[in-house]
């Protein structure tokens, strides 16, 4: 059997045209990604996910959603839950961490509830990325804690909680966004921190969960690391920092190919990004052109990627909780109660 493209793609809107169909059909994507842009009812939205998986004719094929509370959320009420940002469960850790990390947990769990009842199996959370003083507004509120441990535990019991209502965690943005002062959706950061303090700090997050099966990089130059290429498409970034010092072994997918952050035609960065390491070529914005450009770019999924796909598949059915939906209403009370001010 082959393997699909070695690429995640978005949509236009919240329904497919007839080109987006037969484009889809013939590139065969890994998965897809979904925004703002694609959501409109519970019933409409749903219905995007199954012509989606239809396109590719594989019913497991992942359909990623960013969806972390606070100000990045795609499924918005009244038809779903607003969620609290991370920055108020770092605040509940700080007073009480086994308070935090419980609310963490039964939020993500809350979260999960809310991708899955629209088909998506894919949460694109936690956010290991550590706040600093000159963390841009991009990432703000998005990270727990200003330092690693709190960090690292928070995301721990996020993604526990996404997995055990059966959907994939993402830990982002690999080897950690913190230092960025610009907006990598606008401008490439440059980030002049040591490699030593970098390893002290910044990667600690990630190196604590790297067992976690996806993980998405971050659009950053380290000039410790190598002063001439982001992360992203950096052969000697992921080799040496996310496959060697943070030993990650799992799913890599790009940042979002059409960020400012990254030089060059849109295939150019695709081939960049999969030659440097990464497994899979995210592009987010649904433009044909873009898509058609990466998409001869990027070929099947290498033996590697096809490995670590399928044993995340293995370790998210590990993972989930066979009580399934049993507790949620009660996960809702809960959550409510340890953090009354969010309301």
């Given at each position: 059997?082959?393997?699909?493209?070695?690429?995640?793609?978005?949509?236009?809107?919240?329904?497919?045209?007839?080109?987006?169909?037969?484009?889809?059909?013939?590139?065969?994507?890994?998965?897809?990604?979904?925004?703002?842009?694609?959501?409109?009812?519970?019933?409409?939205?749903?219905?995007?996910?199954?012509?989606?998986r239809s396109c590719v004719a594989r019913a497991d094929a992942p359909v990623l959603i960013d969806q972390e509370g606070g100000r990045v959320a795609r499924l918005r009420p009244p038809a779903w839950r607003k969620a609290p940002p991370a920055r108020l469960?770092?605040?509940?850790?700080?007073?009480?961490?086994?308070?935090?990390?419980?609310?963490?947990?039964?939020?993500?769990?809350?979260?999960?509830?809310?991708?899955?009842?629209?088909?998506?199996?894919?949460?694109?959370?936690?956010?290991?990325?550590?706040?600093?003083?000159?963390?841009?507004?991009?990432?703000?509120?998005?990270?727990?804690?200003?330092?690693?441990?709190?960090?690292?535990?928070?995301?721990?019991?996020?993604?526990?909680?996404?997995?055990?209502?059966?959907?994939?965690?993402?830990?982002?943005?690999?080897?950690?966004?913190?230092?960025?002062?610009?907006?990598?959706?606008?401008?490439?950061?440059?980030?002049?921190?040591?490699?030593?303090?970098?390893?002290?700090?910044?990667?600690?997050?990630?190196?604590?969960?790297?067992?976690?099966?996806?993980?998405?990089?971050?659009?950053?130059?380290?000039?410790?690391?190598?002063?001439?290429?982001?992360?992203?498409?950096?052969?000697?970034?992921?080799?040496?920092?996310?496959?060697?010092?943070?030993?990650?072994?799992?799913?890599?997918?790009?940042?979002?190919?059409?960020?400012?952050?990254?030089?060059?035609?849109?295939?150019?960065?695709?081939?960049?990004?999969?030659?440097?390491?990464?497994?899979?070529?995210?592009?987010?914005?649904?433009?044909?052109?873009?898509?058609?450009?990466?998409?001869?770019?990027?070929?099947?999924?290498?033996?590697?990627?096809?490995?670590?796909?399928?044993?995340?598949?293995?370790?998210?059915?590990?993972?989930?909780?066979?009580?399934?939906?049993?507790?949620?209403?009660?996960?809702?009370?809960?959550?409510?109660?340890?953090?009354?001010?969010?309301?």
């Amino acid at each position: 059997m082959s393997r699909p493209s070695a690429a995640i793609f978005g949509c236009a809107g919240p329904d497919l045209t007839s080109e987006e169909r037969a484009f889809f059909r013939d590139v065969d994507p890994l998965g897809f990604i979904l925004f703002a842009r694609n959501v409109d009812t519970p019933e409409r939205t749903r219905r995007l996910v199954d012509d989606l998986r239809s396109c590719v004719a594989r019913a497991d094929a992942p359909v990623l959603i960013d969806q972390e509370g606070g100000r990045v959320a795609r499924l918005r009420p009244p038809a779903w839950r607003k969620a609290p940002p991370a920055r108020l469960l770092g605040a509940l850790y700080a007073r009480d961490p086994e308070r935090g990390l419980e609310a963490a947990r039964l939020n993500s769990r809350l979260l999960a509830a809310d991708v899955a009842s629209v088909g998506c199996d894919v949460d694109c959370l936690p956010v290991l990325d550590i706040a600093f003083p000159e963390t841009h507004a991009v990432i703000g509120d998005r990270a727990y804690a200003d330092r690693p441990e709190p960090v690292a535990a928070l995301g721990r019991a996020a993604a526990e909680g996404l997995l055990a209502e059966g959907v994939m965690p993402v830990i982002k943005h690999i080897p950690g966004h913190g230092r960025a002062t610009v907006d990598s959706h606008e401008a490439l950061p440059r980030v002049s921190a040591s490699r030593d303090l970098l390893e002290r700090t910044d990667f600690v997050p990630f190196q604590l969960l790297a067992d976690l099966p996806w993980a998405m990089t971050g659009h950053l130059l380290f000039e410790a690391i190598d002063p001439a290429a982001c992360i992203t498409v950096s052969a000697r970034g992921v080799r040496e920092v996310i496959r060697g010092h943070i030993g990650f072994d799992g799913l890599l997918l790009s940042d979002d190919l059409s960020m400012q952050a990254l030089g060059g035609s849109l295939g150019e960065r695709a081939s960049r990004a999969l030659a440097a390491g990464c497994d899979v070529a995210l592009h987010c914005n649904g433009r044909m052109n873009e898509m058609t450009e990466i998409a001869a770019q990027t070929g099947p999924m290498t033996e590697a990627a096809g490995r670590r796909f399928d044993a995340g598949r293995s370790f998210l059915a590990r993972h989930r909780d066979p009580a399934g939906k049993a507790g949620l209403a009660d996960a809702g009370r809960r959550l409510q109660a340890l953090l009354p001010e969010w309301g």
